[in-house]
């Protein structure tokens, strides 16, 4: 079994990673705003998969916002503002921490995201540090990113979903594992310390909603799934457990369809 983590977590700063706004969640809002996203064409010239399948969908976005944690970086109608500086030195820190590698030249990318959780149609990220390791296991930090979190969803219709862009642009520090762990209850362990790192360190928000964790599971023989946006650090064993099941399973259908003689076909574009 392999399994890695990214770990996302929510930075405590006053301002947003791109803007003064504040990072205070807010129940009311004053202004709504619609818009529709469509997937465009990448850098290596074709469309995401995943984009493609959000534009098919047609749903019309709706955002509530208010002055006092939205601007017009927010509603993608003017260009971001310089990168948080304590976010940045924020990151700078746990990657020295996990002893990572940090490149002498730093460039922000967008992630490219239609389902509306972004106005802009993209995520910033900031690739900050490489190959570093965990202190107490032989487990490799692939990766550490600076990167704005998500609009927050309040309600989805089959037509149309509403967001509050109150927490859209809060700095989030993403750590990625590499699948170097073994089992369930290291899967734990491992998100335990690190999530412990990011408190010890004072400077991250708390509560729900502030923390979550995608895992990448596979199995000998099997594909990597990712599950994504688990909240709750105590049952990620069982969810880690549970996946690697499901997978055994279908591999165990797989051997008795292939004895019994039937085979499965791809189908082309």
Do not use: W
Request: glycine share 6%.
């Amino acid at each position: 079994m392999k399994i890695g983590l990214e770990i996302h977590q929510q930075i405590n700063t006053k301002n947003k990673l791109f803007c003064n706004c504040n990072t205070d969640l807010k129940e009311d809002y004053k202004y709504r705003i619609e818009r529709k996203l469509r997937a465009t064409l990448s850098e290596t010239g074709k469309k995401d998969i995943a984009a493609e399948y959000e534009t098919i969908k047609d749903k019309k976005y709706i955002y509530e916002y208010d002055k006092d944690y939205a601007c017009l970086v927010e509603l993608d109608e003017e260009p971001p503002k310089y990168i948080n500086l304590d976010a940045l030195k924020f990151g700078i820190l746990i990657s020295t921490y996990f002893n990572m590698y940090i490149p002498r030249v730093l460039q922000i990318m967008r992630k490219i995201v239609v389902d509306g959780s972004n106005t802009s149609g993209f995520q910033r990220t900031l690739l900050l540090s490489l190959d570093g390791k965990l202190n107490y296991k032989n487990i490799g930090i692939g990766t550490l990113c600076i990167e704005e979190d998500a609009a927050r969803k309040i309600e989805e219709k089959d037509d149309y979903i509403i967001y509050r862009l109150d927490r859209l642009g809060i700095p989030l520090i993403e750590i990625s594992t590499d699948p170097d762990i073994k089992d369930p209850k290291e899967a734990k362990e491992v998100a335990e310390y690190i999530g412990l790192i990011l408190r010890l360190s004072g400077k991250v928000k708390r509560g729900l909603g502030t923390i979550r964790q995608d895992l990448n599971v596979s199995i000998e023989g099997g594909n990597k799934v990712e599950i994504k946006g688990v909240q709750n650090l105590k049952i990620i064993d069982k969810i880690v457990d549970l996946e690697a099941k499901r997978q055994e399973k279908i591999l165990e259908l797989i051997n008795i369809a292939k004895e019994r003689g039937i085979e499965g076909y791809v189908l082309e574009e």
